[in-house]
T-cell receptor, first 113, second 109 residues
Framework: DAGVIQSTRHEVTEMGQEVTLRCKPI?????LFWYRQTMMRGLELLIY????????DSGMPEDRFSAKMPNASFSTLKIQPSEPRDSAVYFC???????????FGSGTRLTVV | GIQVEQSPPDLILQEGANSTLRCNFS?????LQWFHQNPWGQLINLFY???GTKQNGRLSATTVATERYSLLYISSSQTTDSGVYFC???????????FGTGTRLQVFP
């Protein structure tokens, strides 16, 4: 099992540009979560999916953020346009079932300059 | 929403010492997990422990769900234990894991 894969460890983009973060969950896990970590706010849940369907996006900060899960093995988090305050580490996690243990990816550190 | 408080916020130990980290939560939970975030930023799941006691090597955890707290014990600490320890909980009416603010542990040789 390769774990949750976030293949991009560091992403640097210019303000105003579109940035897309990618995640491959563990095969067979029904739940996928996107978290953001900053010094000021800690670990925040942005959105989560169950069986590829977005269930709760109340943590998405504003309309500039969107997430998709076109199939069970892939999810994206897009920011358009990006702003410097979006700089953070974005984690993807997956879970086999409701109330189960989470496995986190290694995170993508986004820097918007 | 549920509140998750961790104490102490910071902890400095010499190698070989023991420590206890505490997590208090404000509502009934059906899921509680302890994570270690190492100095490289990786989040590692240590325990899935909504109730009871578990042990894994030098680490053990106890959750007393009826009293709404969990404890993480680290014995004979090593420098590789350094990092931030997070408690995270999920309530019965949501699928969302909510994280505490963490305990930052530094272990010196």
């Amino acid at each position: 099992d390769a774990g949750v894969i976030q293949s991009t460890r560091h992403e640097v983009t210019e303000m105003g540009q579109e940035v897309t973060l990618r995640c491959k969950p563990i095969s067979g896990h029904d739940y996928l979560f996107w978290y953001r970590q900053t010094m000021m706010r800690g670990l925040e849940l942005l959105i989560y999916f169950n069986n590829n369907v977005p269930i709760d996006d109340s943590g998405m900060p504003e309309d500039r953020f969107s997430a998709k899960m076109p199939n069970a093995s892939f999810s994206t988090l897009k920011i358009q346009p990006s702003e410097p305050r979006d700089s953070a580490v974005y984690f993807c996690a997956s879970s086999l079932s409701r109330g189960g243990g989470y496995t986190f990816g290694s995170g993508t550190r986004l820097t918007v300059v | 929403g549920i509140q998750v408080e961790q104490s102490p916020p910071d902890l400095i130990l010499q190698e070989g010492a023991n420590s206890t980290l505490r997590c208090n939560f404000s509502d009934s939970v059906n899921n509680l997990q302890w994570f270690h975030q190492n100095p490289w930023g990786q989040l590692i799941n240590l325990f899935y422990i909504p109730s009871g006691t578990k042990q894994n090597g030098r680490l053990s955890a106890t959750t007393v769900a009826t009293e709404r707290y969990s404890l993480l014990y680290i014995s004979s600490s090593q420098t590789t234990d350094s990092g931030v320890y997070f408690c995270a909980v999920e309530t019965y009416n949501t699928d969302k894991l909510i994280f505490g603010t963490g305990t930052r542990l530094q272990v010196f040789p």
